[in-house]
Nanobody, 122 residues
Framework: QVQLVESGGGLVQAGGSLRLSCAFS????????MSWFRQAPGKEREFVAG??????NYADSVKGRFTFSRDNGKNTVYLQMNNLKPEDTAVYYC?????????????????WGQGTQVTVSS
């Protein structure tokens, strides 16, 4: 059974930075593609970042501010978030899908982490 554990969330002022981590265990990590999603209060869960054969891809709202990376040696993916804005406030989730292409919709995710809260104050 795959387990995903996120960490790194917290409270930060607008313009600040946070780095989220998602540790993968339970199966062969290289068999799975990973993505980051987020869900703000009263809104649907939305795609934030992932990796495909063409390289990293991002939601338009975070391009130029967020960076997705993966450390295969540590079975961990990261989301570096810079220049945070109040509208980035949400619970951030990592999702894993069997295969090589990061899922861009929640329906394609096979496993979810428990989420980590990010709150950006103005």
């Amino acid at each position: 059974q795959v387990q995903l554990v996120e960490s790194g969330g917290g409270l930060v002022q607008a313009g600040g930075s946070l780095r989220l981590s998602c540790a993968f265990s339970g199966r062969i990590a290289s068999d799975y593609a990973m993505s980051w999603f987020r869900q703000a209060p009263g809104k649907e869960r939305e795609f934030v970042a992932g990796i495909r054969a063409s390289g990293p891809n991002y939601a338009d709202s975070v391009k130029g501010r967020f960076t997705f990376s993966r450390d295969n040696g540590k079975n961990t993916v990261y989301l570096q978030m810079n220049n945070l804005k109040p509208e980035d406030t949400a619970v951030y989730y990592c999702g894993a899908k069997y295969g090589s292409s990061s899922p861009r919709t929640g329906s394609r995710v096979d496993y979810w982490g428990q989420g980590t809260q990010v709150t950006v104050s103005s």
